[in-house]
C-alpha cells in the first residue's frame, strides 16, 4: 500500500519549525504500538510492533504495513523528458568546465544556459498541451500549478544568465534588463499590436489605450509609444507634440556610442532638465496623462508609485525606473534601484508572488546565497537549485562563505548536485541518468553510488550488463562484482550451473566459482554412470575456459575432469587414463564424487588394450580400499575384479608410459 | 542536404525502434519497445507536422501495446506482423493494421512464458524471423523455432548452451547461428535431432557476450557479430574456426547492427557508448576472377584500410540501443529517453 501526500488528510505547520510538516495517517490500527524504519531511499514503511510478549494469541488481523514514499514531481512521464533533457546538457556543461580551465569559455557557457531554458520553455509547452486536453480538475490544477512552477523557474533562469553568465559589454546591464521585462511580463504587448495594426486616429476609445502607452513608456519601448501616440485624435495639438518631442531627443547610452560616461551624464542631465523645466511651466496641466509621461521619463518617484497597482509585481516598473533615472546602470549597482521598486507602495496584498519577490530582489542585491536559499524551496524536488548552483559555479561566479569564512561553494554545489542524484537513482529508469550526476561529484558521489548501483534491482541478464557497464566506466569494480556475484547465485538457486559459472568467471568471484562447481559434479553424480546419462553440466563453457579455472581449486577439479570426459570420448583413452588416475591421485575431489570417478575407471580397466600401468592400478586399489565408505557392495567387487585383471594383464607387459 | 538529427524524449527508455513498411510511400510510421520501466509497452509513432508547411515533423503515439517486462527484440514476419519477445520470457506476434494505424495493435499468437527456468521467468533475449519462422533464445540456453503461420513451436533445442543465448540469427531456413554471453558462437542445423552444434567457434578471447549477429545481404556466409566489448567480429562460413577479422570499433558494447537494405556496401552500428555509426564495408569482401574465369568471393584478413567510419550522431552521454534505416531516413532508440530521426543519409 503506497501512499502519496495527497491522501493524507490534513497538512499543518508547527509555530515553532515551519519545515515540520504533520500528516494524519488514515488508519486506525496504530494507535498502540508503532514503529518506523527507513527503506532505500525516500522510502519509509510503519509498521505495528508490540513490545510486551504476552502468551494469549494477540489479534492481528487489523495490522497493516504502511509503505510511505514522496510523492516525486519529476517522476511524472512529461517531466521526465525535462530530467533527461537537462542530463545531457548537464553533462556537456561538466565537459565544458573541464576545457574552461585552460581556456576561456564563457560563450560556450552562454550557450548551454540557454538550452538549459529551451528545455524549460519545451516543458511548459508540453505542460500546457497536457493542460489543455486534461479534463479532470484536480489534474488540470496541478497541471497548471507545475506551469506556474516552471515559468518562474525559467524567469530566474533568465535574470540569473543576464546578471551571471552573459558576458555584457562595459557592464551596462539596461538593454538586457529591459529586454527580460518585455519577454517575461508582455502586458500590454497585444493591446499595442492591435492598436498598431488599426492604425487609425482616435485609439484613445480603445478602454486600455493609455494603460498600454504608459506600459510601453515604462518598459522603455519609446518607439512604440510615440507610435501610440500619434494615433490620438488630438496628437497634433501642442501638448502631444511637445511629449513626442521630448521622448524623440531622450538620449540612449551605448557602450559603443563614442562618447564618455561622464559626458553621456551631461546630455542625459540637460535632456532631463529641459523636460523638468517643461513640466513645472504647466503646459501640460490639460492633458494629465501626459503629463504623467513627462513625470515618468524624469524618474518622478510618486509618478512610478501612482502607476504601481496596474502591475501585479514591482518588477514591472524596474526597467522604467532604471532606464529614467540612472541608464548607465551596471549589474552591481541593480541593488539600489531594486530596493527602490520594491518599496514603492502597493495597494494589493504584499503576498502575491511573495517567493518570486524574494528571489528577484536577492538577485539584484547579487546575494546569491539567498537565491539559493530561496529556490530550495521551490517545489521541483531540486532539479531548479541543481542545475542553476552547478552552472554559477561551474562559470566561476559562485562565492559562498559560511559563518568561519571558508569558502563552502564546491561543497554546497556537491551536495545539491548529490542529493538530486540519489533521488534520480531511486527510479526504476533513471538510476543511469541519477549516476552521471553522482559520478560528476568525486570522490562523495562514487561512493554513494557504489552503494546504491549494488541496490539497483537486476532481473534479466540485460540489465546487469547494463549496470556493469556503467559501473566500469566510472571505475567501481566492487559493484561490478557483486553484481556478477548477485546473478551467479540466481542461476545456481535455478539449477543452471553453467550460466551461474559464467557469472562467476565474469565477476571473477573464486567462492561462487567454487559453489558453482560443486553444484555441477553433484548435478552429475545424481545421474549415475557415464554412458548413455545426462552430459556434464557447463561443458561448452569449460573447453575454452583456460586459465580462468584456476580461479578455485573445484573449479580446477571439474575442468580437468571435463578434460576427461573430451579425451574419453575421443577415444584416447591413454591420455584419458593418465589424467584420470593424476585425478584420483592428486585427491582434490570431492568426497562424494569418489564413487564417480573410482567407477568411471571400469570401463578403461575393460578395455580391449591395457590402459593402466600397474602402477596406476596399484593408486587405484589403494584410493578404492582407503575409500571404502564411498564405494561399497557388488560395484566395489565388479571394480576389485577389473583391477585384478588389469594388473594380471600389466604383469605380462606393462604400459609403457608415453 | 545535410544530415538532420532530430530528437524526441518520450519519457521511456527505447530498446527496440523499427520503421513500418509501406508500401509505395515514404514510411511515417514506427514501432518502439521500451524497457527498464515500471510499465513497458510497444509504441506505434507517426511523424507529422505540427502544421502545413512546417518542415519539421513531430513523432505522436497512436497506439500502446503493454507488456509485462521489458521489450526485448522486435522483428517483422511479414509486413504487418511482428515478433516482440519480452523479458518474462514470452514472445507474441502483433499485427498492426496496414491503413489505420491507430488501432490497436491485434493479438495473432503469444507463447506465453516459452523461455522459463521451470516456474521462475526467465527472459527470452532475442530473436529473428526467416520466412513465417521465428527463432527464439533465451536466458536458459534453449532455442526454440516458432511457426509464425500457425502459432506452433515446431521445435525445440533444450539447454543446447550451459550459459544464457544472447544474440541468434537465421542463416538460412535450416541453419541458426546463435552467440552466448560468453561470446560462444554455434552454428545449428536444424534438421539434425541431437542437440549439437555443426560449427562452433568463439567471437574473440575476452570471453564477453555476443550483443548482436547479422549476415552480410549478398554474401550470406559472410556473418558479423558484435562484441560486448564493442568490437566487430566478420566471419567467411565456409571457413569458420576463428574470425577473419576483428575489428576493434565502438569504445564499449555494439547493441544493434544493420545493412543499409538498399546498399550493401553500407554498415550501421550503435552502441552502449552512445555512439551511432555507418561503415563503408566494401573492402569486407573481394571478389576475384579465377583462372576458368569463375567468380569467387573472399574475406581478406585484417584489412582495416578500406574501412571508411563515419559519425552520424554527436556522441550522446547515454546507451542507443537500437537502430534501423529506411533508405535515407534512419530511426534510434536511446537510454536517455528519447528517439533519433536522422535524416538525408546518403547511402
Given at each position: 500500500?503506497?501512499?502519496?501526500?495527497?491522501?493524507?488528510?490534513?497538512?499543518?505547520?508547527?509555530?515553532?519549525?515551519?519545515?515540520?510538516?504533520?500528516?494524519?495517517?488514515?488508519?486506525?490500527?496504530?494507535?498502540?504500538?508503532?514503529?518506523?524504519?527507513?527503506?532505500?531511499?525516500?522510502?519509509?514503511?510503519?509498521?505495528?510492533?508490540?513490545?510486551?510478549?504476552?502468551?494469549?494469541?494477540?489479534?492481528?488481523?487489523?495490522?497493516?504495513?504502511?509503505?510511505?514514499?514522496?510523492?516525486?514531481?519529476?517522476?511524472?512521464?512529461?517531466?521526465?523528458?525535462?530530467?533527461?533533457?537537462?542530463?545531457?546538457?548537464?553533462?556537456?556543461?561538466?565537459?565544458?568546465?573541464?576545457?574552461?580551465?585552460?581556456?576561456?569559455?564563457?560563450?560556450?557557457?552562454?550557450?548551454?544556459?540557454?538550452?538549459?531554458?529551451?528545455?524549460?520553455?519545451?516543458?511548459?509547452?508540453?505542460?500546457?498541451?497536457?493542460?489543455?486536453?486534461?479534463?479532470?480538475?484536480?489534474?488540470?490544477?496541478?497541471?497548471?500549478?507545475?506551469?506556474?512552477?516552471?515559468?518562474?523557474?525559467?524567469?530566474?533562469?533568465?535574470?540569473?544568465?543576464?546578471?551571471?553568465?552573459?558576458?555584457?559589454?562595459?557592464?551596462?546591464?539596461?538593454?538586457?534588463?529591459?529586454?527580460?521585462?518585455?519577454?517575461?511580463?508582455?502586458?500590454?504587448?497585444?493591446?499595442?499590436?492591435?492598436?498598431?495594426?488599426?492604425?487609425?486616429?482616435?485609439?484613445?476609445?480603445?478602454?486600455?489605450?493609455?494603460?498600454?502607452?504608459?506600459?510601453?513608456?515604462?518598459?522603455?519601448?519609446?518607439?512604440?509609444?510615440?507610435?501610440?501616440?500619434?494615433?490620438?485624435?488630438?496628437?497634433?495639438?501642442?501638448?502631444?507634440?511637445?511629449?513626442?518631442?521630448?521622448?524623440?531627443?531622450?538620449?540612449?547610452?551605448?557602450?559603443?556610442?563614442?562618447?564618455?560616461?561622464?559626458?553621456?551624464?551631461?546630455?542625459?542631465?540637460?535632456?532631463?532638465?529641459?523636460?523638468?523645466?517643461?513640466?513645472?511651466?504647466?503646459?501640460?496641466?490639460?492633458?494629465?496623462?501626459?503629463?504623467?509621461?513627462?513625470?515618468?521619463?524624469?524618474?518622478?518617484?510618486?509618478?512610478?508609485?501612482?502607476?504601481?497597482?496596474?502591475?501585479?509585481?514591482?518588477?514591472?516598473?524596474?526597467?522604467?525606473?532604471?532606464?529614467?533615472?540612472?541608464?548607465?546602470?551596471?549589474?552591481?549597482?541593480?541593488?539600489?534601484?531594486?530596493?527602490?521598486?520594491?518599496?514603492?507602495?502597493?495597494?494589493?496584498?504584499?503576498?502575491?508572488?511573495?517567493?518570486?519577490?524574494?528571489?528577484?530582489?536577492?538577485?539584484?542585491?547579487?546575494?546569491?546565497?539567498?537565491?539559493?536559499?530561496?529556490?530550495?524551496?521551490?517545489?521541483?524536488?531540486?532539479?531548479?537549485?541543481?542545475?542553476?548552483?552547478?552552472?554559477?559555479?561551474?562559470?566561476?561566479?559562485?562565492?559562498?562563505?559560511?559563518?568561519?569564512?571558508?569558502?563552502?561553494?564546491?561543497?554546497?554545489?556537491?551536495?545539491?548536485?548529490?542529493?538530486?542524484?540519489?533521488?534520480?537513482?531511486?527510479?526504476?529508469?533513471?538510476?543511469?541518468?541519477?549516476?552521471?550526476?553522482?559520478?560528476?561529484?568525486?570522490?562523495?558521489?562514487?561512493?554513494?553510488?557504489?552503494?546504491?548501483?549494488?541496490?539497483?534491482?537486476?532481473h534479466t541478464n540485460a540489465?546487469a550488463l547494463?549496470?556493469?557497464?556503467?559501473?566500469?566506466?566510472?571505475?567501481?569494480?566492487?559493484?561490478?562484482?557483486?553484481?556478477c556475484?548477485?546473478a551467479g547465485a540466481r542461476r545456481l538457486a535455478a539449477g543452471r550451473a553453467g550460466a551461474a559459472l559464467g557469472w562467476a568467471l565474469r565477476?571473477?568471484?573464486?567462492?561462487l566459482c567454487a559453489r558453482a562447481a560443486d553444484a555441477a559434479l553433484r548435478g552429475y553424480c545424481g545421474y549415475s554412470g557415464y554412458s548413455g546419462g545426462r552430459p556434464l553440466p557447463a561443458r561448452d563453457l569449460l573447453l575454452s575456459a583456460g586459465?580462468e579455472l584456476?580461479r578455485?581449486?573445484r573449479l580446477l577439479f571439474l575442468g580437468k575432469y571435463c578434460d576427461f570426459h573430451r579425451l574419453y570420448k575421443n577415444r584416447e583413452f591413454?591420455k584419458a587414463?593418465?589424467l584420470l588416475?593424476?585425478l584420483?591421485?592428486?585427491?582434490?575431489?570431492?568426497?562424494y564424487f569418489?564413487e564417480t570417478l573410482?567407477l568411471d575407471?571400469l570401463p578403461l580397466?575393460?578395455s580391449?588394450?591395457?590402459?593402466?600401468?600397474?602402477?596406476?592400478?596399484?593408486?587405484?586399489?589403494?584410493?578404492?580400499?582407503?575409500?571404502?565408505?564411498?564405494?561399497?557392495?557388488?560395484?566395489?567387487?565388479?571394480?576389485?575384479?577389473?583391477?585384478?585383471?588389469?594388473?594380471?594383464?600389466?604383469?605380462?607387459?606393462?604400459?609403457?608410459?608415453? | 542536404?545535410?544530415?538532420?538529427?532530430?530528437?524526441?524524449?518520450?519519457?521511456?527508455?527505447?530498446?527496440?525502434?523499427?520503421?513500418?513498411?509501406?508500401?509505395?510511400?515514404?514510411?511515417?510510421?514506427?514501432?518502439?519497445?521500451?524497457?527498464?520501466?515500471?510499465?513497458?509497452?510497444?509504441?506505434?509513432?507517426?511523424?507529422?507536422?505540427?502544421?502545413?508547411?512546417?518542415?519539421?515533423?513531430?513523432?505522436?503515439?497512436?497506439?500502446?501495446?503493454?507488456?509485462?517486462g521489458?521489450?526485448t527484440q522486435i522483428k517483422?514476419v511479414?509486413?504487418?506482423?511482428?515478433a516482440v519477445s519480452t523479458s518474462d520470457g514470452d514472445v507474441r506476434m502483433?499485427?498492426?493494421?496496414?491503413?489505420?494505424?491507430?488501432?490497436?495493435?491485434?493479438?495473432?499468437y503469444a507463447w506465453e512464458k516459452l523461455h522459463n527456468y521451470g516456474a521462475e521467468q526467465c527472459s527470452c533475449t532475442s530473436l529473428d524471423t526467416f520466412e513465417g519462422d521465428i527463432a527464439t533464445i533465451g536466458e536458459d540456453g534453449n532455442l526454440n523455432i516458432l511457426n509464425g503461420r500457425r502459432g506452433t513451436i515446431s521445435r525445440t533445442l533444450t539447454a543446447i548452451d550451459s550459459c544464457s543465448l544472447h544474440a541468434v540469427c537465421f542463416i538460412k531456413h535450416n541453419e541458426v547461428i546463435t552467440g552466448n554471453i560468453r561470446g560462444h558462437m554455434k552454428i545449428w542445423d536444424l534438421r539434425i535431432t541431437d542437440n549439437k552444434p555443426t560449427a562452433s567457434f568463439l567471437l574473440a578471447g575476452d570471453e564477453l557476450a555476443a550483443t548482436c549477429i547479422v549476415y552480410h545481404?549478398?554474401?550470406p556466409h559472410v556473418i558479423l557479430a558484435g562484441s560486448e566489448?564493442?568490437?566487430?567480429a566478420v566471419w567467411d562460413l565456409r571457413m569458420n574456426s576463428f574470425p577473419t577479422?576483428?575489428?576493434?570499433?565502438?569504445?564499449?558494447?555494439?547493441?544493434?547492427?544493420?545493412?543499409?537494405?538498399?546498399?550493401?556496401?553500407?554498415?550501421?552500428?550503435?552502441?552502449?557508448?552512445?555512439?551511432?555509426?555507418?561503415?563503408?564495408?566494401?573492402?569486407?569482401?573481394?571478389?576475384?576472377?579465377?583462372?576458368?574465369?569463375?567468380?569467387?568471393?573472399?574475406?581478406?584478413?585484417?584489412?582495416?584500410?578500406?574501412?571508411?567510419?563515419?559519425?552520424?550522431?554527436?556522441?550522446?552521454?547515454?546507451?542507443?540501443?537500437?537502430?534501423?534505416?529506411?533508405?535515407?531516413?534512419?530511426?534510434?532508440?536511446?537510454?536517455?529517453?528519447?528517439?533519433?530521426?536522422?535524416?538525408?543519409?546518403?547511402?
Amino acid at each position: 500500500m503506497n501512499i502519496g501526500p495527497n491522501v493524507f488528510s490534513s497538512a499543518s505547520r508547527t509555530t515553532l519549525e515551519k519545515n515540520v510538516k504533520t500528516f494524519v495517517l488514515p488508519d486506525k490500527c496504530f494507535e498502540n504500538r508503532v514503529a518506523c524504519t527507513w527503506r532505500c531511499g525516500n522510502k519509509f514503511t510503519i509498521y505495528p510492533r508490540s513490545q510486551t510478549v504476552s502468551k494469549t494469541p494477540v489479534d492481528t488481523t487489523g495490522d497493516r504495513i504502511v509503505n510511505i514514499c514522496q510523492d516525486i514531481l519529476l517522476f511524472t512521464p512529461i517531466l521526465r523528458k525535462l530530467v533527461n533533457e537537462s542530463n545531457g546538457t548537464y553533462l556537456s556543461l561538466q565537459k565544458a568546465a573541464e576545457t574552461a580551465k585552460t581556456s576561456d569559455n564563457q560563450v560556450e557557457f552562454l550557450k548551454l544556459s540557454r538550452q538549459y531554458r529551451s528545455i524549460i520553455r519545451v516543458c511548459i509547452e508540453s505542460l500546457q498541451e497536457a493542460a489543455a486536453k486534461e479534463s479532470d480538475g484536480i489534474e488540470k490544477n496541478s497541471l497548471m500549478s507545475y506551469i506556474t512552477i516552471f515559468y518562474s523557474i525559467e524567469c530566474i533562469w533568465h535574470l540569473c544568465e543576464i546578471l551571471y553568465v552573459d558576458s555584457i559589454p562595459g557592464d551596462i546591464v539596461l538593454p538586457f534588463l529591459l529586454e527580460w521585462i518585455r519577454f517575461h511580463f508582455p502586458c500590454h504587448e497585444q493591446v499595442a499590436a492591435q492598436v498598431l495594426e488599426a492604425c487609425e486616429q482616435g485609439s484613445e476609445d480603445h478602454p486600455q489605450y493609455w494603460d498600454t502607452v504608459i506600459g510601453m513608456i515604462v518598459q522603455g519601448r519609446v518607439d512604440v509609444a510615440r507610435a501610440l501616440l500619434k494615433l490620438h485624435s488630438l496628437a497634433d495639438i501642442n501638448e502631444f507634440k511637445l511629449v513626442d518631442n521630448a521622448l524623440r531627443t531622450m538620449p540612449v547610452y551605448s557602450v559603443y556610442g563614442g562618447i564618455s560616461t561622464g559626458e553621456f551624464t551631461i546630455t542625459w542631465k540637460h535632456w532631463q532638465a529641459e523636460c523638468r523645466s517643461k513640466l513645472s511651466g504647466r503646459s501640460l496641466a490639460s492633458q494629465p496623462k501626459l503629463e504623467l509621461i513627462m513625470r515618468l521619463i524624469i524618474g518622478e518617484y510618486s509618478a512610478f508609485e501612482s502607476i504601481r497597482d496596474n502591475y501585479v509585481s514591482w518588477f514591472d516598473l524596474l526597467g522604467g525606473w532604471v532606464l529614467y533615472t540612472a541608464p548607465w546602470t551596471r549589474r552591481r549597482e541593480l541593488g539600489a534601484a531594486a530596493a527602490a521598486c520594491a518599496a514603492l507602495r502597493s495597494a494589493q496584498p504584499p503576498a502575491a508572488r511573495r517567493l518570486l519577490d524574494h528571489l528577484v530582489r536577492a538577485l539584484l542585491d547579487g546575494d546569491l546565497h539567498q537565491v539559493i536559499h530561496e529556490i530550495q524551496q521551490i517545489s521541483d524536488n531540486g532539479w531548479f537549485a541543481t542545475h542553476l548552483t552547478d552552472i554559477l559555479y561551474q562559470c566561476g561566479k559562485l562565492k559562498i562563505f559560511d559563518k568561519h569564512q571558508t569558502n563552502v561553494t564546491a561543497r554546497l554545489r556537491d551536495s545539491l548536485v548529490l542529493e538530486y542524484g540519489c533521488l534520480l537513482m531511486e527510479h526504476k529508469s533513471l538510476w543511469s541518468v541519477g549516476l552521471s550526476y553522482l559520478a560528476t561529484c568525486p570522490p562523495e558521489g562514487l561512493r554513494r553510488a557504489e552503494l546504491m548501483l549494488e541496490r539497483v534491482p537486476v532481473h534479466t541478464n540485460a540489465k546487469a550488463l547494463r549496470v556493469i557497464a556503467e559501473a566500469k566506466k566510472y571505475g567501481l569494480s566492487g559493484v561490478v562484482q557483486s553484481v556478477c556475484r548477485a546473478a551467479g547465485a540466481r542461476r545456481l538457486a535455478a539449477g543452471r550451473a553453467g550460466a551461474a559459472l559464467g557469472w562467476a568467471l565474469r565477476g571473477r568471484c573464486g567462492r561462487l566459482c567454487a559453489r558453482a562447481a560443486d553444484a555441477a559434479l553433484r548435478g552429475y553424480c545424481g545421474y549415475s554412470g557415464y554412458s548413455g546419462g545426462r552430459p556434464l553440466p557447463a561443458r561448452d563453457l569449460l573447453l575454452s575456459a583456460g586459465p580462468e579455472l584456476l580461479r578455485a581449486d573445484r573449479l580446477l577439479f571439474l575442468g580437468k575432469y571435463c578434460d576427461f570426459h573430451r579425451l574419453y570420448k575421443n577415444r584416447e583413452f591413454k591420455k584419458a587414463a593418465k589424467l584420470l588416475v593424476s585425478l584420483i591421485t592428486s585427491k582434490i575431489a570431492p568426497e562424494y564424487f569418489w564413487e564417480t570417478l573410482l567407477l568411471d575407471t571400469l570401463p578403461l580397466l575393460e578395455s580391449e588394450e591395457a590402459v593402466f600401468s600397474s602402477s596406476d592400478t596399484f593408486e587405484i586399489m589403494l584410493c578404492l580400499e582407503l575409500r571404502s565408505k564411498e564405494l561399497t557392495g557388488e560395484k566395489a567387487d565388479l571394480l576389485r575384479l577389473a583391477l585384478a585383471r588389469n594388473l594380471a594383464r600389466t604383469c605380462l607387459e606393462d604400459v609403457e608410459d608415453e | 542536404m545535410p544530415l538532420d538529427v532530430q530528437g524526441t524524449f518520450v519519457s521511456q527508455k527505447i530498446n527496440k525502434v523499427r520503421w513500418i513498411p509501406e508500401e509505395y510511400v515514404e514510411t511515417k510510421c514506427f514501432f518502439t519497445g521500451s524497457w527498464d520501466d515500471d510499465v513497458n509497452s510497444v509504441k506505434v509513432w507517426t511523424l507529422e507536422s505540427l502544421h502545413e508547411d512546417a518542415e519539421i515533423d513531430y513523432p505522436r503515439v497512436l497506439s500502446e501495446y503493454t507488456v509485462d517486462g521489458d521489450v526485448t527484440q522486435i522483428k517483422f514476419v511479414d509486413k504487418t506482423k511482428i515478433a516482440v519477445s519480452t523479458s518474462d520470457g514470452d514472445v507474441r506476434m502483433l499485427e498492426v493494421s496496414a491503413y489505420e494505424k491507430q488501432t490497436p495493435l491485434k493479438d495473432i499468437y503469444a507463447w506465453e512464458k516459452l523461455h522459463n527456468y521451470g516456474a521462475e521467468q526467465c527472459s527470452c533475449t532475442s530473436l529473428d524471423t526467416f520466412e513465417g519462422d521465428i527463432a527464439t533464445i533465451g536466458e536458459d540456453g534453449n532455442l526454440n523455432i516458432l511457426n509464425g503461420r500457425r502459432g506452433t513451436i515446431s521445435r525445440t533445442l533444450t539447454a543446447i548452451d550451459s550459459c544464457s543465448l544472447h544474440a541468434v540469427c537465421f542463416i538460412k531456413h535450416n541453419e541458426v547461428i546463435t552467440g552466448n554471453i560468453r561470446g560462444h558462437m554455434k552454428i545449428w542445423d536444424l534438421r539434425i535431432t541431437d542437440n549439437k552444434p555443426t560449427a562452433s567457434f568463439l567471437l574473440a578471447g575476452d570471453e564477453l557476450a555476443a550483443t548482436c549477429i547479422v549476415y552480410h545481404p549478398t554474401q550470406p556466409h559472410v556473418i558479423l557479430a558484435g562484441s560486448e566489448s564493442g568490437s566487430l567480429a566478420v566471419w567467411d562460413l565456409r571457413m569458420n574456426s576463428f574470425p577473419t577479422s576483428l575489428l576493434n570499433a565502438h569504445s564499449a558494447g555494439v547493441t544493434e547492427m544493420q545493412f543499409h537494405p538498399e546498399n550493401p556496401n553500407k554498415l550501421l552500428t550503435c552502441s552502449v557508448s552512445g555512439e551511432i555509426w555507418d561503415w563503408n564495408v566494401e573492402g569486407i569482401t573481394k571478389t576475384t576472377k579465377g583462372p576458368d574465369n569463375q567468380v569467387t568471393t573472399w574475406v581478406p584478413l585484417e584489412n582495416k584500410n578500406t574501412m571508411t567510419v563515419n559519425s552520424l550522431m554527436p556522441t550522446l552521454h547515454k546507451p542507443i540501443n537500437s537502430l534501423h534505416c529506411d533508405k535515407g531516413r534512419i530511426l534510434c532508440g536511446a537510454d536517455n529517453e528519447a528517439v533519433y530521426v536522422i535524416k538525408n543519409y546518403k547511402y
